[in-house]
Structure formats: structure tokens, C-alpha cells
């Protein structure tokens, strides 16, 4: 099985479980070295807090596990297009690729008009990570 496809396929199991608990379907996991050592899943609804997307969470989960402040040199698979709010905080912690499968034009950090993610004229960061878009399989 090839290494990305295995890494959404935990996000796929991950969004699922969201989705179960009454939120938006949406699992991430931060890899280091070909190691998961962060999951996160969407969980906005339980204590209606805006900041619990599944990338942030799968952020909190890495930064614990990993006990340091930078996940450089760490991929995030997901199974959406980050946010504006996500992009933030994976620019802040410096995450070096970011994989996603379904676009979200109105708030996303790529494809929408505020593409954080990708802005390099932002001093205060590091370079932005490299983006792939990966073909869901429920596209096909």
C-alpha cells in the first residue's frame, strides 16, 4: 500500500468517527518519518469551539506526543482543504507538506482569496509548506 494512501486512509477512519459524533465528517494526522505522532478529528459541536478542526487537533496531538513547540519537518494529511484558521496554525508551527483531497474555495487556505497557506510575503514565517491535492476517491 503506498505510504499516502495509507496516511488518508487513517483520516478517511478519522472522519468517520467525526462524523458518528455529530460533526463535520474531517480527520487529520501529522507524520514524522513515515510515523503518524498526531491525530486529530473534528470536534467543533460537543463544546461549541471553533478552534477544535481536526488539523488543529491533530496539531495539539502532535505537539504533545512530540513534547516540542515546531513540527518542521512533519506532513499533515487531511482529508479537506485546511481553513484560513488551520493554515495559521500550520504555518505557525511550521509544518513542512500538507496533502489534502476535497477543495473549500470559500474559506480554504490554498484555493480561496486569502490562501495563507501559501503566501510567501508573510515575513514572519518560514517558507510556505509544500501543498498536494490528492483525488478522493468518493470524486471518481
Not at 499516502?4 to 474531517?26: D, I, M, W, Y
Request: glycine share 8%; with cysteine; net charge negative.
Amino acid at each position: 500500500m503506498d505510504e499516502h494512501h495509507k496516511f488518508l486512509q487513517r483520516c478517511h477512519e478519522l472522519a468517520l468517527q467525526a462524523g458518528r459524533s455529530g460533526n463535520t465528517p474531517v480527520g487529520a494526522v501529522i507524520v514524522r518519518e513515515g510515523v503518524i505522532v498526531g491525530e486529530g478529528i473534528e470536534a467543533t459541536r460537543p463544546d461549541n469551539d471553533i478552534t477544535r478542526h481536526a488539523e488543529v487537533e491533530a496539531i495539539r496531538d502532535a505537539l504533545n506526543r512530540l513534547g516540542t513547540d515546531k513540527l518542521t519537518g512533519c506532513a499533515m494529511y487531511t482529508t479537506h482543504e485546511p481553513c484560513i484558521l488551520c493554515s495559521y496554525a500550520i504555518r505557525h508551527y511550521q509544518i513542512s507538506w500538507v496533502g489534502f483531497e476535497h477543495a473549500v474555495p470559500a474559506v480554504g487556505g490554498v484555493s480561496s482569496p486569502w490562501p495563507i497557506l501559501t503566501a510567501a510575503d508573510i515575513q514572519i514565517w518560514t517558507p510556505p509548506p509544500m501543498i498536494v491535492t490528492f483525488e478522493s476517491p468518493h470524486d471518481a
